[in-house]
């Protein structure tokens, strides 16, 4: 017959098991949410249409406006050019980060050097 001390240490175990377990899968499972809505830095604009799709900006080279689309898998971001305005019809794929109000990419891939060059700033909410 097992001690008192025995049936108690085994149930601290399974009962430290257990918290252990439900902390790791919240932490595995916390992914932030892709933001939307509209991020800007000094002359570019993106806005999130939450659907999507994606509007980018540049005020700085003739107000060009160029509409996206967008899909989001975790942390990585795929952008296409439906229209083809010089881009081809390859999607170009980044790593994004929203901290704050600060939402960021990084290339992983992209042949398009001037979606390239819009992605690789920084953008404000």
């Known amino acids: 017959m ?3 001390f ?4 085994f149930r601290q175990v399974l009962v430290l098991i257990f918290m252990l377990s439900l ?7 916390e992914q ?10 000094q002359f570019k ?3 999130f249409h939450g659907d999507g799709t994606a509007t ?5 080279e003739n107000s060009t406006t160029l ?6 898998d975790g942390n990585k971001i795929s952008v ?5 305005f010089g881009c081809g019809t390859d999607a170009g794929q980044y790593s994004w980060e929203y901290e704050g109000t600060t939402l960021s990419f990084e290339l992983i891939e992209d042949n398009c050097l001037g979606r390239e060059e819009f992605m690789a700033i920084e953008y404000s909410k």
Do not use: Q, R, W
Request: charged share 20%; glycine share 6%; hydrophobic share 35%.
């Open 2 to 4: 097992k001690s008192m």
């Open 6 to 9: 025995e049936k108690t240490n």
């Open 23 to 29: 902390i790791l899968g919240a932490c595995a499972s």
């Open 32 to 41: 932030a949410e892709f933001p939307s809505g509209e991020f800007n830095s």
């Open 45 to 47: 604009t993106i806005t």
């Open 56 to 60: 980018f900006h540049d005020s700085a």
């Open 67 to 72: 509409g996206v689309l967008y899909t989001v």
């Open 80 to 84: 296409a050019d439906p229209a083809d």
